[in-house]
């Protein structure tokens, strides 16, 4: 995994320098293979084992780096608007439960695709994506940041107004 380190430090107040860091990762058990040098960034590769799936994003190798450092792990607030009001429904139909234990769906209503913001193409190119638009953008930036993978859909070429998993 490619790991930004000015993206990292959105997460934990890192004033180590990315050789440093990589040392301490590499102690704790989080392989750091190389580190590449942007114009304003390093770029660590990182090897995750199969016993630690909470390493497969920002968010979680930002908690092993605050608890290492002593330093404060910063997770994003993001406030949830309380006036969400939708009659509107789209049903979600697991069929395996084992493969797939959970899956929500949310309609968000007038969204313009667009280019996205230099921020958001920043960090998804420091780790090797490259940029489609901001609706693919910023599902793919929860999926680094969180672990947790996104999928957006249109509503109007949605058959049936159903997901089925």
Same mark, same amino acid.
């Given at each position: ?13 890192? +004033?180590?320098?990315? &050789? ?40 979680? @190798? ?14 994003? *607030?993001?406030? %949830? ?7 509107? +429904? @789209?049903? %979600?139909? @697991?069929?395996?439960? +084992? ?11 007038? %969204? ?19 940029? %489609? ?7 793919? *930036?929860?999926? *680094? &940041? ?6 957006? *859909?249109?509503?109007? +070429? ?8």
């Amino acid at each position: 995994m490619r790991l930004s380190y000015n993206w990292l430090k959105d997460y934990v107040d890192i +004033k180590l320098s990315p &050789e440093k860091l990589a040392e301490i990762l590499t102690m704790a058990g989080l392989c750091v293979d190389s580190i590449h040098k942007k114009v304003d960034d390093s770029v660590l590769e990182i090897e995750i084992t199969s016993n630690r799936p909470d390493w497969l994003s920002y968010i979680g @190798v930002a908690r092993e780096v605050a608890a290492i450092t002593g330093k404060k792990l910063k997770i994003p *607030f993001v406030p %949830v608007p309380s006036t969400i009001v939708s009659t509107a +429904k @789209v049903s %979600v139909k @697991v069929e395996d439960k +084992k493969l797939c234990p959970r899956y929500t769906a949310q309609i968000i209503r007038n %969204v313009k695709v667009a280019e996205s913001p230099k921020w958001l193409k920043d960090k998804l190119e420091a780790v090797g994506l490259r940029s %489609v638009n901001n609706v693919v953008d910023i599902t793919n *930036f929860c999926l *680094f &940041e969180t672990g947790e993978p996104m999928h957006a *859909f249109d509503l109007d +070429k949605l058959g049936g107004w159903s997901i089925i998993v």
